[in-house]
């Protein structure tokens, strides 16, 4: 299937709404209850969704949402499976939380998919993207500003000990939303021809990048870093015209990596469990990880136990995993971790052939190794526009144009 920039005169309603949903969804502490101002938005935008299309979702081939559909499925045959079996694990009131917000979710990507895949659609991913980008940008900068004199905004906090963190309950809520957007700005970068532009748009992304690491989260900075060498790497061979020499270089690449693993495995490891005990203060992460997997391989490997919390702490509590594909496995088992990596990898795909949208993936993927992703809506719509962004093949012109842009790939 193939993808166009729609040019129009005037931004239409569901864009406005993801914007605002995009723009305020780092900024968890403005929630009414379990709502937040992004989630209100998202419930709107589906209703109006539903409302269009007389409830029909138009789901091609060539949607991931399916993915994400298919595995809310599967956590309720493991939810079954966990009661039938005499398992019990969990607690109910989690399961139905957990429930509702993973329908929420898929129901949320499917209709912005749907509305993405849609020949007659009324929203761009480039230009919400840019939209959003530059609004969340100057918002950000001027509380980044004010956190210099102060610790709080109305109330509000705008810092946890010395770290940036605007508005919001948990530093990681803001920069896994942010820290895509220096790799977003640079592709806005190379499509603009505007030098006035150009230089906006590259501070508004050195902006980005000092405040994603302002937050003090190792993943946002393993993110950033991971996310630089990815665009070297991929800028390196687009640049190269012949087919062939492409190949080989890739190959090479590839064949170096499997190489260096295998030989200096040890070191490797080593070095990865170094580094995890390092940024695992007082080793809690990995009480939850080994708990997790051994849930997972002694209870119910197949189809997991559903979407309830299942890790016991030491204090006795029940707690959840801390980590996408852990918690995908605890939910759907082997089939639910697959599902989501099958979701993951049919939105990256999309994108592979952008080095800067697709070096903005990166640290959504180091987000999903080392935090909970399942339930952040805001982060999964980013995600999918980024990769429909790289398959309209545009870029914009002005705030309420998308104008039509030859663009060759890095």
């Given at each position: 299937?193939?993808?166009?920039?729609?040019?129009?005169?005037?931004?239409?309603?569901?864009?406005v709404?993801?914007?605002?949903?995009?723009?305020?969804?780092?900024?968890?502490?403005?929630?009414?209850?379990?709502?937040?101002?992004?989630?209100?938005?998202?419930?709107?935008?589906?209703?109006?969704?539903?409302?269009?299309?007389?409830?029909?979702?138009?789901?091609?081939?060539?949607?991931?949402?399916?993915?994400?559909?298919?595995?809310?499925?599967?956590?309720?045959?493991?939810?079954?499976?966990?009661?039938v079996?005499?398992?019990?694990?969990?607690?109910?009131?989690?399961?139905i939380?957990n429930?509702?917000s993973?329908?929420?979710?898929?129901?949320?990507?499917?209709?912005?998919?749907?509305?993405?895949?849609?020949?007659?659609?009324?929203?761009?991913?480039?230009?919400?993207?840019?939209?959003?980008?530059?609004?969340?940008?100057?918002?950000?900068?001027?509380?980044?500003i004010?956190?210099?004199?102060?610790?709080?905004?109305?109330?509000?906090?705008?810092?946890?000990y010395?770290y940036?963190?605007?508005?919001?309950?948990?530093?990681?809520?803001?920069?896994?939303v942010?820290?895509?957007?220096?790799?977003?700005?640079?592709?806005?970068?190379?499509?603009?021809?505007?030098?006035?532009?150009?230089?906006?748009?590259?501070?508004?992304?050195?902006?980005?990048?000092?405040?994603?690491?302002?937050?003090?989260?190792?993943?946002?900075?393993?993110?950033?870093?991971?996310?630089?060498?990815?665009?070297?790497?991929?800028?390196?061979?687009?640049?190269?015209t012949?087919?062939?020499?492409?190949?080989?270089?890739?190959?090479?690449?590839?064949?170096?990596?499997?190489?260096?693993?295998?030989?200096?495995?040890?070191?490797?490891?080593?070095?990865?469990?170094?580094?995890?005990?390092?940024?695992?203060?007082?080793?809690?992460?990995?009480?939850?990880?080994?708990?997790?997997?051994?849930?997972?391989?002694?209870?119910?490997?197949?189809?997991?136990?559903?979407?309830s919390?299942?890790?016991?702490?030491?204090?006795g509590?029940?707690?959840?995993?801390?980590e996408?594909?852990?918690?995908?496995?605890?939910?759907?088992?082997?089939?639910?971790?697959?599902?989501?990596?099958?979701?993951?990898?049919?939105?990256?795909?999309?994108?592979i052939?952008?080095?800067y949208?697709?070096?903005?993936?990166?640290?959504i993927?180091?987000?999903?190794?080392?935090?909970?992703?399942?339930?952040?809506i805001?982060v999964?719509?980013?995600?999918?526009?980024?990769?429909?962004?790289?398959?309209?093949?545009?870029?914009?012109?002005?705030?309420?144009?998308v104008?039509?842009?030859?663009?060759?790939?890095?």
């Amino acid at each position: 299937m193939e993808y166009t920039a729609r040019k129009r005169e005037m931004i239409s309603l569901n864009e406005v709404i993801i914007i605002i949903a995009l723009v305020f969804s780092p900024f968890t502490a403005l929630r009414f209850s379990f709502f937040g101002i992004a989630e209100i938005l998202f419930i709107v935008f589906c209703v109006i969704y539903f409302y269009r299309k007389n409830g029909v979702f138009l789901i091609s081939d060539e949607s991931a949402g399916k993915y994400y559909v298919a595995f809310v499925v599967v956590t309720l045959a493991g939810w079954g499976f966990n009661f039938v079996s005499g398992i019990n694990s969990g607690t109910v009131r989690s399961a139905i939380f957990n429930l509702a917000s993973y329908v929420f979710s898929g129901v949320s990507i499917i209709c912005v998919e749907c509305l993405l895949q849609d020949e007659d659609t009324d929203i761009r991913a480039s230009f919400i993207l840019k939209v959003f980008f530059f609004l969340l940008g100057i918002i950000s900068i001027g509380l980044y500003i004010i956190s210099l004199g102060q610790n709080s905004l109305f109330g509000f906090t705008l810092k946890y000990y010395q770290y940036f963190c605007p508005l919001c309950n948990n530093l990681h809520q803001y920069a896994m939303v942010i820290v895509p957007l220096p790799f977003l700005g640079g592709y806005f970068v190379s499509c603009e021809k505007s030098w006035i532009k150009k230089i906006l748009y590259t501070a508004l992304s050195l902006a980005f990048a000092y405040l994603a690491s302002s937050t003090g989260s190792d993943k946002a900075k393993i993110g950033l870093v991971a996310g630089g060498i990815v665009l070297v790497v991929l800028f390196a061979i687009n640049k190269i015209t012949d087919n062939y020499l492409r190949f080989v270089f890739s190959l090479t690449c590839i064949l170096s990596i499997i190489a260096y693993v295998v030989l200096f495995h040890e070191k490797v490891y080593s070095g990865a469990v170094s580094f995890f005990t390092d940024m695992d203060n007082g080793g809690s992460r990995e009480y939850l990880y080994k708990n997790a997997i051994r849930i997972i391989s002694t209870k119910s490997p197949i189809i997991g136990l559903g979407p309830s919390v299942h890790v016991t702490i030491r204090s006795g509590e029940l707690y959840d995993a801390h980590e996408t594909f852990l918690a995908a496995g605890l939910s759907g088992g082997l089939i639910g971790i697959g599902l989501i990596m099958a979701f993951m990898v049919a939105i990256a795909r999309k994108a592979i052939c952008n080095c800067y949208l697709f070096a903005a993936m990166v640290p959504i993927f180091v987000y999903a190794l080392g935090g909970d992703l399942l339930r952040k809506i805001p982060v999964w719509i980013i995600f999918l526009l980024l990769a429909y962004a790289a398959e309209e093949g545009k870029t914009i012109g002005s705030p309420l144009e998308v104008v039509s842009s030859k663009y060759i790939i890095c």
